[in-house]
């Protein structure tokens, strides 16, 4: 099975604090980081959860993207001054943050893992089934004066 890219080159362009300084970035350069950052990524996850993910939520994406657009501007020539380089630097840094906090278990996203099986024909939402009222009736001859109160097992 391939590892999973964790973003894609449209994701990018629309949750990149990065995009708009790299609008002249090719889609295949925008795909191999993405490889690259997601195996990083994969680092911080592999603590916490069976590898490869199966699914996983936005923030994983945003992580992604800021962390690719920061290696995309530092890859262009950015240099320090660069307009926009302090904020393309401040998201990587938070994403960096928030990847040590996954691996330290302190920060939960939003994943299924490669454990979750759900078996052949199952219905993946839970189902709750009960039975009768575990030997407890308002029905019966005994009132309020019998034995048991005003209730009587079945």
């Known amino acids: 099975m391939a590892e999973p890219i964790y973003l894609t080159a449209a994701q990018f362009k629309a949750m990149a ?3 708009p300084w790299l609008t002249d970035v090719a889609t295949a350069d925008i795909v191999s980081v993405a490889g690259s950052v997601s195996r990083f990524m994969d680092s911080f996850f592999r603590s916490k959860f069976v590898m490869p993910l199966t699914q996983w939520g936005d923030e994983v994406s945003q992580a992604c993207a800021d962390l690719v657009g920061f290696r995309l501007f530092v ?3 950015a240099k ?3 307009q926009g380089i302090e904020l393309i630097r401040k998201a ?3 994403a960096v943050s928030w990847l040590k906090l996954v691996g330290a278990g302190d920060a939960t996203p939003d994943v299924t ?3 979750y099986t759900p078996a052949q024909g199952a219905d993946p939402e839970p189902q709750v089934i009960t039975g009768t009222q575990r030997g ?3 029905r019966g ?3 309020p004066s019998g ?3 005003g209730f009587q097992g079945d």
């Open 141 to 143: 001859q005994f009132g």
């Open 136 to 138: 407890w009736s308002s």
């Open 17 to 19: 604090v990065a995009a």
């Open 80 to 82: 320090p001054g660069t």
């Open 75 to 77: 890859k262009n020539g």
């Open 113 to 115: 893992d490669s454990s």
């Open 147 to 149: 034995p048991w109160g």
């Open 92 to 94: 990587y840094e938070d």
